[in-house]
């Protein structure tokens, strides 16, 4: 069996929160951009927040033509408005 440090590392400390690097949906996704025009995208994640699909689809929101794109989770986030605002200069709470 091969040696992998990180996996062992994480089953030590009871990490198991392993995410898809952005750049591997990228590489994967860039395939696909003319099924992605005018469509609802749906990510259904934990949390948006920590969510490389969310944040691939947030970010090309546009250059994809999305129509909708929509992130569900169980609870509040622990990054809420650490990380990018998406929603320009007005609060989360104004659009929930």
Do not use: W
């Not at 999305?66 to 986030?77: R, V």
């Amino acid at each position: 069996m091969a040696n992998n440090s990180n996996l062992a590392n994480a089953k030590n400390k009871k990490n198991d929160e392993f995410y898809t690097q952005i750049t591997d949906i990228e590489e994967e996704l860039r395939h696909y951009k003319k099924h992605f025009k005018d469509k609802i995208i749906l990510c259904n994640c934990d949390d948006p927040y920590e969510s490389n699909f969310f944040k691939y689809f947030a970010i090309n929101f546009n250059h994809l033509g999305l129509k909708k794109l929509i992130a569900t989770c169980y609870d509040n986030s622990p990054v809420v408005y650490t990380q990018m605002n998406f929603f320009g200069e007005n609060s989360l709470s104004e659009y929930i």
